[in-house]
């Protein structure tokens, strides 16, 4: 890339958005909702029916709304969402630990007969759900960042140089 | 850019509604044609076939010397502006511009240094983050005439483009447009009921009524030289008053005036030795004088001049004319006013087309 280029990509950020972080977002709440409606299809007796499950429904619908807000957020180059991305996405790797790993190693007994309430299959799955979802909001924050930081900086020089 | 050939063209709706007939005309490289004509008159039919909007039932259209009758509108390398501005509400005015040119996957700093460009030229530089809803009507035009222009396309159509704008804004705006065509030399096209538009933008005006072409020329030929009584109706604000005279040797008579010809009117109304004719009076080829009387029925002060309404003849039993005179008069209704004409069309009252009159060395 020239040099000419290089400045031509950084004038460019002046009047568009970043997609890239945005998207990023995006991909991390399909991958919860791919996730939740793993978690709800399972059929293993009353398991599921407690207290956690509601939390976890809440803490969805939360999750949701907050990446969302942080894609618009991002998306608009606005610094504040990063931090709120990486907590997100810590969150969403911390969970990992709660209900995917309580299930993993639980077993219910159903009409007399012992099951395991989540098979190995569908723990990688949601394990692998949770986790790509975490990365990609830190992902996310971590290019808004840089991308902020970056048109910050031209845009000063640009002030500089006009001064 | 492009010249434009279009011979024989004409529309034909499926409930056989016939828009436009035997329609011909040669744009010439960085030539601005204005199509002008009332509501209905076929201009906008012929510029959406000109774009590939509409099909051709028949002629042929050449775009640098190629058939692109039946190309699709997409392979015609023309970019169209049009009175809703069609612009994205959802997208800034920087996206608005270089839209198309994302959709064909151009090389994003080549869009970038395309839509700045643009930008500059209109005066847009400083809106380009902003939404369509955040700009005022004239500068929505512009976004939308950016859009056509970082396309860099062979030929510009625009379909009534100030049509949504007041007065004030549309007449900026005008400006904005002919210089435009100035800076890019651009072949465009341009469709408008104003009159005023077209006078002031044109290089060249068609002036068209229910599908027919009337007169194709500059715009001082159309205003000086009318080619029948339509294109002598429509062009010029206020419009020419017509009145039915009798050619009696060598004068024109009427029931309440009696007025001289000029030596080579005598020769061009020789024919009509005895017939009645339409003379045609523009307003403001008009002053106080003594060749007929009009008694006043309003008075309009445009400062500089003053537009009388009355009706000719001493007791107004005459045809309503409309007089422009010099200064500020102040005619009461019933006033009788004498006027004399500087300058006379003449029209044949069967074919309503122009009697030529040689002007006189």
């Known amino acids: 890339m020239t040099r000419e280029d290089q400045i031509l990509k950084k004038d460019r950020m002046l009047y568009t958005k970043d997609t890239l972080s945005a998207n990023l977002v995006l991909a991390a709440i399909v991958l919860d909702a791919l996730y939740f409606v793993s978690i709800y299809n399972s059929d293993v007796g009353t398991y599921y029916y407690n207290w956690v499950i509601g939390a976890s429904i809440i803490y969805n619908l939360l999750f949701m709304l907050g990446a969302f807000l942080a894609s618009e957020g991002v998306k608009n180059r606005k610094n504040g969402y990063s931090v709120m991305l990486i907590l997100l996405g810590l969150m969403q790797i911390g969970r990992v630990f709660y209900l995917p790993t309580m299930a993993h190693e639980a077993v219910v007994t159903v009409k007399k007969e012992e099951l395991v309430v989540m098979g190995d299959e569908q723990f990688y799955f949601v394990v692998a759900c949770l986790v790509i979802s975490g990365i990609c909001c830190c992902a996310a924050a971590v290019t808004s960042y840089i991308n902020n930081k970056t048109l910050a900086d031209y845009v000063r020089s640009n002030e500089k140089q006009s001064a | ?361």
């Not at chain 2, 909007?53 to 002629?59: A, Q, R, V, W």
């Not at chain 2, 042929?60 to 809703?84: C, E, H, W, Y």
């Open chain 2, 1 to 361: 850019m492009a010249e434009l050939s279009l011979q024989h063209l004409e529309k034909v709706y499926d409930n056989n509604v016939q828009a436009v007939f035997d329609f011909n005309l040669d744009v010439k490289d960085g030539e601005l044609i204005v199509l002008v004509g009332p509501s209905g008159c076929g201009k906008s039919t012929t510029l959406r076939m000109v774009a590939g909007l509409e099909d051709i039932t028949s002629g042929k259209m050449l775009l640098n010397g190629k058939d692109v009758t039946n190309a699709p509108a997409k392979d015609r390398d023309i970019a169209m502006v049009f009175q809703s501005y069609a612009l994205y509400g959802h997208m800034t005015v920087y996206e608005n511009m270089a839209f198309s040119m994302t959709l064909r996957k151009e090389n994003p700093n080549v869009i970038h240094k395309k839509v700045l460009a643009a930008a500059e030229v209109l005066g847009l530089t400083e809106q380009l983050n902003k939404k369509p809803s955040q700009l005022s009507g004239g500068q929505r035009q512009r976004v939308a005439m950016g859009r056509a222009i970082v396309r860099n396309p062979q030929l510009f159509l625009f379909d009534e483009p100030l049509s949504n704008l007041d007065a004030k804004l549309r007449s900026a705006t005008r400006r904005e447009i002919l210089l435009l065509h100035k800076r890019l030399n651009a072949t465009m096209l341009y469709v408008t009921h104003d009159q005023t538009e077209a006078l002031t933008l044109a290089d060249r005006i068609v002036c068209m009524s229910m599908g027919h072409v009337q007169q194709i020329g500059t715009p001082l030929e159309l205003y000086d030289s009318p080619a029948n009584l339509f294109v002598a109706s429509f062009i010029g604000l206020p419009p020419m008053n017509f009145v039915d005279v009798r050619v009696n040797q060598g004068t024109l008579v009427h029931e309440h005036f009696t007025m001289p010809l000029t030596q080579a009117e005598q020769k061009a109304l020789a024919p009509y030795e005895g017939k009645t004719v339409v003379l045609g009076i523009r307003p403001e080829n008009t002053r106080v004088g003594d060749e007929f009387k009009l008694k006043v029925l309003s008075n309009e002060n445009l400062g500089m001049n003053t537009l009388v309404h009355g009706h000719i003849g001493p007791n107004g039993e005459g045809e309503r004319i409309t007089c422009k005179l010099a200064g500020w008069c102040d005619y009461k209704p019933g006033d009788v006013v004498s006027i004399t004409c500087t300058r006379k069309h003449f029209f044949d009252k069967e074919t309503t087309n122009a009697i030529p009159v040689e002007v006189e060395a």
